[in-house]
Every structure is written in structure tokens, then in C-alpha cells.
């Protein structure tokens, strides 16, 4: 006969008048025996409580993860119980207990393991448990820190490789054959490598994001311009795809204060999930309107659609609809999180509507109309390449000697003068004998880095008037502000889009005043 039931009336009585939850259980884990505190913290009779596995009774959560704990019952050859400290247990009526579990082994007269009694008693561990929340707080915060240390290092490995590929897809444009085949080649390699190089963007601005760290650039905008950039930004992915994409821009001119850059960011987020969930040979509509006081964009689709279940979700980060076309297309489900983010920033506010699957879908970004005094008006950028009046004599420092050698083979094609080399030592005399006027340099170099060595040019080089321009993977704001004070004049992330460098270096061979 189990050892409890045959427990005398006095000693279940005085088990009763305990006020912590006693349980006993069977060498299987299930209930033989509960006391009246166990009975009133479960809300179930011991009659009806008897045979029923304790996990069935008793659902212990972690406080601070809230997932469920595994009860460790004792084993053949334990001889201690075990003590799990603070766990959370809600009754039948949603009320939460904090409690210590205490876990003890019963045993034969022969010392054989045939069952165990748990002890349940309000918690006394509140200190304890705070020093574990600030334990595991500071464990999170020193995760987080990681993660955005490693996004970091991760967006510099990627874009050292990505580099060289830009570099050698301008070579093949400059030197493009008659052969109708080559065409359609480089132009997928160059729309590849814009769209890794846009991951990359991606999940740095959502690290930036959760860090507090993005600060808008306001100016004085068109609408309209910053619209059609965003066309231009993803007219190649849309043509790939066979889609047809219908324009409406206002006329007059819709006029506001925002960052151009994060207005085009979020539109061409927008047209590339239209494009990457609309099937080949599909429609897109975008359209600028103005409604009050406020400016509205619309991008739709006749696409895949969304499902009401994600529909509410679809700006959470990484949250994608399921389906071989998402797959296929790419994307780390990151995009429509940034356009939320960027448009709340701006004071705006974005809305997703969809009738469901295979129905399309339709975004509506809306940001406040205002032009405020003082800030300036920017022209449209400027993306032809100018033509140098003369040859610049270039110093490219970079180790990666792919990235060094296409870089260079580009440079000498629009006609500079052209020296390399690999490291920081080597760049000090190579500056010394060559007097570059520019030094194009990569920062993660062995020997010095290129803080290092520009801070090295001005102070033992004599290098004054030389334009240094750090082109590196290394974009954080952090890599931005050592590069200033380091004296560098530009700081370009890989891989630097080459009208971009070609209009630097015709700026320096102009004549002044020219």
C-alpha cells in the first residue's frame, strides 16, 4: 500500500493543516496524495487529483521568460532534493503565485526511490529574485551589444567583396563589346550586387534604429524628385521582372520638410516589395497626392496579397508571408519595418491594406506637409560623370588586392595616375616619393589602420593639401566621426558607386575657379 494512504487519520490531519502545498507522487511522477493548501492552489479535489501526472496539476513558469519549467524528479541514487526558486504558478482564476518548490525523494525502508513530495511555498526569494532580473538584464544588454557589434563586422566583411565585383561590372561598361549577350549580363551582376549592398543597408539602419542612432537630414523637398530617384533606384528590378509600373506625380509640385534620402529609402522599399510580391508580367500603381495638410504615396499591386493573419503584422521586423515566391525573391523581411520606422520618424504614419491572398496589396505612407524657414533647398543630385581636364595622381591603399587592382585598372581607364599599395607602412613612403593628390584609403589595414595612417600623411608626410577619402566597409556613425578626426575629407561606404568617384577626382583636376 502506497506509503501515504496508509498515513493514520492525525498525521494526514496535521498535513492538512499545513499551510504550504504538500503533493506526494508515485515513482511515475503522478499524484497520491494532496493536502488542503495543494487542493485550494489548484482548485481541484484530492479525490479527483489522485493518478493525474503533476504536470497536469501544476504549470511552473519562469518568471522572467515565462516559459515552462521541467519539474526534475529524483532519480535512483539521489539522496538530496532540489529547491526551484520563484517560479510562477497561476490558479484557475488567473491569479499568479511566486513560488519555492522544494522536490524531496521517498524511499523504502531498503532505500529504494518509490516516489516524492513536493513542497510548495509562497516565495521569500524576493531579493534573490531581483539580483537574477538584473543578472539577466545585464546579460541582455550585453548581448544586444554583440549582435550590433557583429551586424557591424558583418556589413565590413560583405562589402570588402562586394567591392571589387561594382568595380569590375564599370569596367565591363566602359569596355562593353558589340556582342548583344554581354549586355544583359553585367547589367544582372551590377543589379545583384545593388541589391546585396542593400541588405546590408537594411539590417545596419534597423540595428541604428533600435539603437536611437539614425538622425534625419532635413531640407527643404520636392516630393516629386525624391519619387522619381526611387523609380530610378528600382526600375532595374522592376524591368527584370516583366512589370509594368504606372506613375502620378501632382502637379504643382508637393513641397515639404523631410530627409530626401530616407523619403527615397522608404519609397524604394516600398516598390521593391511590390516587385518581388507581384508574380512576373504584373502592375504597379505609385501615386503622390495631397490630402489637407498631409502628403500621401501610394504604391499597389496586383500581387500575391497578404492574409489577414499577417496583415496586422506585416511591419513587424522579419515577418514575411509564407510561400516559394518570398523565398525565391530574397529579402530578410526587414524593409516594411524600416518604412515605418523612417515615416513615424518624419511625423507620418504608413497603412497596409489587402483583400487577402492573390488579391493584392496597397501601402498609403502619409507625411505632414511643412516648409520651414532656414532650411535649405537642395537641387536635385547630380549623377552624370564629369570628364577630368586632367590625369590625378591617385594613391589607392588597400589590402584586398582584388578591390586594389580593379579599382586601379578603372582609374587609369579615365585616364589618372595610378599607384597601389597594401598596407599602412607602405602607404607613408609610397606618399613620400609619389605626392599623391588624392589617397583613396581602406581603413582595416595590417600594420596601421587608416586613421592611423591619415593622421601619419599630414603630420609627417606634409601631405596639406592632398584629398583623402576613406573607402572602407566600416560605415557605423562611430567609423564616421574617427575618420573626421583623423583629418580624412570623405568617408565612402563599399561599394562606392563609380560616377560618384569619377566626379571627386574631375573636381580636383579642374582648374580653380573653373
Known amino acids: 500500500m502506497d506509503t501515504f494512504r496508509a498515513m493514520s487519520e492525525w498525521k494526514q490531519a496535521a498535513l492538512d493543516a499545513v499551510r504550504d502545498a504538500v503533493f506526494a507522487l508515485d515513482s511515475e511522477?503522478?499524484?497520491?496524495?494532496?493536502?488542503?493548501?495543494?487542493?485550494?492552489?489548484?482548485?481541484?479535489?484530492?479525490?479527483?487529483?489522485?493518478?493525474?501526472?503533476?504536470?497536469?496539476?501544476?504549470?511552473?513558469?519562469?518568471?522572467?521568460?515565462?516559459?515552462?519549467?521541467?519539474?526534475?524528479?529524483?532519480?535512483?541514487g539521489e539522496t538530496a532534493g532540489a529547491v526551484i526558486r520563484n517560479a510562477v504558478f497561476r490558479d484557475a482564476e488567473g491569479t499568479e503565485h511566486r513560488l519555492d518548490v522544494h522536490v524531496d525523494p521517498i524511499r523504502t525502508e531498503s532505500g529504494e526511490l518509490s516516489g516524492s513530495?513536493?513542497?510548495?511555498?509562497?516565495?521569500?526569494?524576493?531579493?534573490?529574485?531581483?539580483?537574477?532580473l538584473r543578472r539577466r538584464s545585464e546579460e541582455l544588454v550585453a548581448a544586444d551589444r554583440r549582435k550590433d557589434q557583429f551586424l557591424a563586422m558583418l556589413a565590413h566583411e560583405l562589402r570588402n567583396p562586394l567591392a571589387p565585383i561594382r568595380n569590375a561590372v564599370e569596367l565591363m561598361r566602359q569596355v562593353e563589346s558589340g556582342d548583344p549577350a554581354f549586355q544583359p549580363t553585367r547589367?544582372?551582376?551590377?543589379?545583384?550586387?545593388?541589391?546585396?549592398?542593400r541588405l546590408v543597408d537594411d539590417l545596419l539602419d534597423v540595428s541604428r534604429l533600435t539603437q536611437g542612432s539614425i538622425r534625419l537630414r532635413k531640407e527643404n523637398m520636392d516630393l516629386?524628385?525624391?519619387?522619381?530617384?526611387?523609380?530610378?533606384?528600382?526600375?532595374?528590378?522592376?524591368?527584370?521582372?516583366?512589370?509594368?509600373?504606372?506613375?502620378?506625380?501632382?502637379?504643382?509640385p508637393i513641397r515639404l520638410e523631410a530627409d530626401a534620402a530616407r523619403i527615397e529609402q522608404v519609397v524604394t522599399n516600398l516598390l521593391n516589395?511590390?516587385?518581388?510580391?507581384?508574380?512576373?508580367?504584373?502592375?504597379?500603381?505609385?501615386?503622390?497626392?495631397?490630402?489637407?495638410?498631409?502628403?500621401?504615396?501610394?504604391?499597389?499591386?496586383?500581387?500575391?496579397?497578404?492574409?489577414?493573419?499577417?496583415?496586422?503584422?506585416?511591419?513587424?521586423?522579419?515577418?514575411?508571408?509564407?510561400?516559394?515566391?518570398?523565398r525565391s525573391e530574397g529579402g530578410l523581411g526587414i524593409g516594411l519595418t524600416l518604412v515605418r520606422s523612417l515615416t513615424e520618424m518624419h511625423g507620418g504614419r504608413v497603412e497596409a491594406h489587402s483583400p487577402g491572398l492573390g488579391q493584392g496589396s496597397e501601402f498609403?505612407?502619409?507625411?505632414?506637409?511643412?516648409?520651414?524657414?532656414?532650411?535649405?533647398?537642395?537641387?536635385?543630385r547630380e549623377t552624370s560623370p564629369f570628364t577630368p581636364a586632367r590625369p590625378v595622381r591617385v594613391l589607392v591603399v588597400e589590402d584586398n588586392l582584388d578591390a586594389a587592382e580593379s579599382l586601379a585598372t578603372l582609374l587609369r581607364l579615365w585616364g589618372h595616375e595610378v599607384r597601389m599599395v597594401h598596407d599602412g607602412l607602405d602607404a607613408l613612403d609610397a606618399a613620400r616619393a609619389?605626392?599623391?593628390?588624392?589617397?583613396?584609403?581602406?581603413?582595416?589595414?595590417?600594420?596601421?589602420?587608416?586613421?592611423?595612417?591619415?593622421?601619419?600623411l599630414r603630420r609627417e608626410v606634409g601631405l596639406d593639401?592632398?584629398?583623402?577619402?576613406?573607402?572602407?566597409?566600416?560605415?557605423?556613425?562611430?567609423?564616421?566621426?574617427?575618420?573626421?578626426?583623423?583629418?580624412?575629407?570623405?568617408?565612402?561606404v563599399k561599394p562606392v558607386e563609380p560616377f560618384v568617384l569619377r566626379n571627386l577626382l574631375a573636381e580636383v583636376a579642374s582648374p580653380v575657379g573653373a
Not at 187 to 197: D, G, S, W, Y
Not at 288 to 303: F, M, S, T
Not at 364 to 380: N, Q, S, T, W
Request: proline share 7%; aromatic share 4%; hydrophobic share 40%.
Open 117 to 132: 513530495v513536493l513542497v510548495l511555498e509562497e516565495s521569500t526569494g524576493t531579493e534573490e529574485a531581483a539580483a537574477e
Open 224 to 252: 516629386g524628385v525624391v519619387v522619381e530617384r526611387a523609380v530610378d533606384a528600382t526600375h532595374a528590378l522592376i524591368e527584370s521582372r516583366g512589370h509594368t509600373l504606372s506613375l502620378s506625380l501632382p502637379a504643382p
Open 273 to 326: 516589395n511590390s516587385a518581388k510580391y507581384t508574380m512576373p508580367g504584373g502592375h504597379i500603381w505609385l501615386s503622390v497626392e495631397q490630402e489637407g495638410e498631409e502628403a500621401l504615396i501610394r504604391v499597389r499591386d496586383n500581387g500575391i496579397g497578404v492574409p489577414p493573419d499577417v496583415l496586422g503584422r506585416v511591419f513587424e521586423p522579419f515577418v514575411q508571408c509564407d510561400g516559394s515566391l518570398a
Open 364 to 380: 498609403v505612407v502619409r507625411l505632414p506637409i511643412h516648409v520651414a524657414a532656414g532650411i535649405p533647398e537642395r537641387l536635385p
Open 29 to 76: 511522477g503522478c499524484v497520491s496524495f494532496e493536502n488542503r493548501a495543494a487542493e485550494r492552489l489548484t482548485g481541484v479535489s484530492p479525490e479527483s487529483a489522485v493518478h493525474q501526472p503533476i504536470g497536469d496539476l501544476l504549470d511552473l513558469r519562469d518568471p522572467f521568460t515565462d516559459k515552462a519549467l521541467d519539474l526534475q524528479l529524483p532519480r535512483d
Open 187 to 197: 547589367e544582372m551582376v551590377e543589379r545583384q550586387v545593388k541589391h546585396l549592398a
Open 465 to 492: 593639401n592632398t584629398l583623402l577619402v576613406a573607402m572602407t566597409g566600416y560605415g557605423q556613425p562611430e567609423d564616421r566621426r574617427r575618420s573626421r578626426e583623423a583629418g580624412i575629407h570623405h568617408h565612402f
Open 434 to 456: 609619389y605626392r599623391p593628390e588624392v589617397v583613396l584609403l581602406d581603413i582595416g589595414l595590417p600594420g596601421l589602420d587608416g586613421y592611423q595612417v591619415a593622421e601619419r
